[in-house]
T-cell receptor, first 113, second 113 residues
Framework: GEQVEQLPSILRVQEGSSASINCSYE??????FPWYKQEPGENPKLIID?????ERKQIQELIVLLDKKAKRFSLHITDTQPGDSAMYFC????????????FGIGTLLSVKP | DPKIIQKPKYLVAVTGSEKILICEQY?????MYWYRQSAKKPLEFMFS???????DNQTASSRFQPQSSKKNHLDLQITALKPDDSATYFC????????????FGPGTRLLVL
């Protein structure tokens, strides 16, 4: 099928700690994995992405890891802040030509001060 | 200035009616997309277009028809509206295709009574 599994659906962490979200995909041809952050009432916004020629990418406090063999990728937010509280979505391309971006179900992250 | 414009922001419709959701992007992108977001299916891919041509779709119902009059326009016509169509519809665009960063519009919130 064309699914992106995302876990956990809800994540509560203490300010200053790390938060990790895990995703898995099914199509071995997928080669682009973006992460989006969505705040209440807003549109999704890209925060970081990784392509299949990389295993790790970091932008400030955001780290993405990609394990192509296992078809898994993950987002790690280090030193979380209350402003990181939001919905996070992972995604992967599917379709015969990779022309559709399928999103995971989302993770609601809550960072407590 | 908003680079992706969606009109209207809010829309209330009666069951059985027809509505058109407008999307215009001023990013100079060649690919455009429609997504739907509801409580049941958080971010659901609907259509992808490249250079005004349909690349892929995930919508089983023919009641949903994209319309592209210009390269930077991708409207969504919905006929015979049902209460289940109630959702936020996001338009997005990217430079060339699914594996380029997609930027989302602000969304149209549709309520079907």
């Amino acid at each position: 099928g064309e699914q992106v599994e995302q876990l956990p659906s809800i994540l509560r962490v203490q300010e200053g700690s790390s938060a990790s979200i895990n995703c898995s995909y099914e199509d071995s041809a997928s080669n682009y994995f973006p992460w989006y952050k969505q705040e209440p009432g807003e549109n999704p916004k890209l925060i970081i992405d990784i392509r299949s020629n990389m295993e790790r990418k970091q932008i400030q406090e955001l780290i993405v890891l990609l394990d192509k063999k296992a078809k898994r990728f993950s987002l790690h937010i280090t030193d979380t802040q209350p402003g990181d509280s939001a919905m996070y979505f992972c995604a992967a391309p599917y379709g015969s030509s990779g022309n559709k971006l399928i999103f995971g179900i989302g993770t609601l992250l809550s960072v407590k001060p | 200035d908003p680079k992706i414009i969606q009109k209207p922001k809010y829309l209330v419709a009666v069951t059985g009616s027809e509505k058109i959701l407008i999307c215009e992007q001023y990013l100079g992108h060649n690919a455009m997309y429609w997504y739907r977001q509801s409580a049941k299916k958080p971010l659901e891919f609907m259509f992808s277009y490249s250079y005004q041509k349909l690349m892929d779709n995930q919508t089983a119902s023919s009641r949903f028809q994209p319309q592209s009059s210009k390269k930077n326009h991708l409207d969504l016509q919905i006929t015979a509206l049902k209460p289940d169509d109630s959702a936020t519809y996001f338009c997005a665009s990217s430079q060339m295709g699914v594996q380029d960063t997609q930027y989302f519009g602000p969304g149209t919130r549709l309520l079907v009574l």
